[in-house]
């Protein structure tokens, strides 16, 4: 299958089952992207999802962009682009028409409030693989527990964040730190 087809189809599939926005396709994107296709590394969606953070736009979209600009340059970004936002076009629109008339019925909430449950669980493992791979020594360990604090106790943008943890990471690396 010609890449820019199976770049298309591989996101539109993830678009189309992805209910929770970008840090819900993360589990999705592991398994599609890392370990069945091979495309990035854990480390490189990790990288995708941080700088995905700090710029406009979703997380999910841009960490499509990044991924079809690695393989098949600009044109290549613009498909795994559409590819993701596509399904989620044609699911909006069609829910936006029907449901105004059904949002206030006890099994639409009691399905909304499942697919809520289930998103979190989904992040939570996401997550909890990331964390294996992202703290790897003693500065990391650091770092990810003042990150927790800071980001719970204070209304600090994620990006702001980010771009600190870049900053120590780089900071660590110069002085002969533990850092990779």
């Not at 296709?37 to 710029?55: F, I, K, M, P, S």
């Not at 990044?66 to 909006?92: D, R």
């Not at 949002?103 to 009691?110: E, F, M, R, S, T």
Request: charge should be positive; charged fraction near 15%; hydrophobic fraction near 55%.
């Amino acid at each position: 299958m010609p890449i820019l087809l199976e770049l298309f189809l591989t996101f539109a599939k993830m678009g189309a089952v992805t209910f929770g926005g970008g840090y819900a396709m993360l589990p999705i994107l592991q398994r599609e992207v890392v370990e069945k296709r091979h495309w990035a590394t854990n480390d490189e969606l990790t990288d995708y999802y941080a700088v995905g953070q700090c710029t406009p736009g979703i997380i999910a979209v841009n960490t499509a962009t990044f991924i079809g600009t690695k393989l098949a340059g600009t044109v290549g970004g613009v498909i795994a682009t559409l590819g993701v936002v596509f399904p989620s076009i044609v699911i909006i629109t069609i829910i936006a028409m029907f449901l105004t008339n059904f949002a206030d019925l006890p099994v639409v909430k009691n399905a909304f409030a499942g697919i809520r449950v289930c998103v979190c669980v989904l992040i939570f493992n996401a997550v909890f693989k990331l964390l294996k791979g992202a703290v790897i020594d003693h500065l990391t360990k650091i770092l990810f527990v003042a990150v927790v604090i800071i980001s719970t106790v204070t209304d600090l943008s994620p990006a702001i964040l980010v771009v600190l943890a870049g900053l120590i990471g780089l900071w660590a690396k110069k002085k002969g730190g533990e850092l990779q």
